[in-house]
């Protein structure tokens, strides 16, 4: 990992979070089902840690200023790998999975991008804080994020509860989490 990634807090929160059992599988859920921003929702939980707060008004601004990156970027990338996965025979057999696997470093950096913009989007603001627990604030954040976003009821409580379970005790390392920066490229085989 570059010493610009391991420096950066908001990165390496996220990795040990998504490394952690269940979070993956959910957020992967929430984007293909729902379109959901998985930066966003790993923003949602980094400043909910600290105590930090979006109202609406602050997670329609953090959409807004990654969006083009996300759907001019990002989802392109992941489009393509996809679908790289099911060309992987006859004569692509041998060249598909090495693009595939290239790409997936692309977007894992354009995904360190995006943090990049939401860290300083982030630091341009105040939020409110409040007194409760890191885990209430995470979870009105991840409430308002996904109620922009149109998750039914259900599914914003099933997900509250897959991140409960992890967003205690997540705490960024110096040297950043090795092994949750390899989870995150094993994501990308998806």
Excluded at 98 to 112: H, I, M, P, T, V
């Amino acid at each position: 990992m570059s010493t610009a990634r391991r420096r950066q807090p908001f990165w390496r929160h996220s990795l040990k979070l998504y490394a952690a059992a269940g979070i993956a599988p959910a957020c992967l859920a929430l984007q293909d089902d729902h379109g959901v921003d998985v930066n966003l929702l790993l923003l949602c939980c980094w400043l909910g840690s600290q105590g930090r707060v979006l109202g609406v008004r602050d997670m329609r601004a953090a959409m807004t200023s990654v969006v083009h990156w996300q759907r001019n970027v990002i989802q392109p990338l992941r489009t393509v790998r996809r679908a790289l996965k099911s060309m992987a025979h006859g004569a692509l057999a041998d060249a598909a999975p090495r693009l595939r696997q290239k790409l997936s470093r692309l977007e894992l950096d354009a995904e360190f991008q995006e943090h990049e913009l939401l860290l300083q989007w982030a630091a341009s603001r105040s939020f409110a804080r409040r007194p409760d627990t890191p885990q209430a604030a995470t979870a009105v954040n991840l409430r308002t994020y996904l109620r922009l976003m149109g998750v039914p009821e259900a599914r914003t409580e099933a997900t509250l509860a897959a991140f409960a379970v992890n967003v205690t005790g997540v705490a960024a390392t110096p040297s950043g989490p090795t092994g949750a920066h390899r989870t995150v490229i094993r994501r990308r085989a998806r």
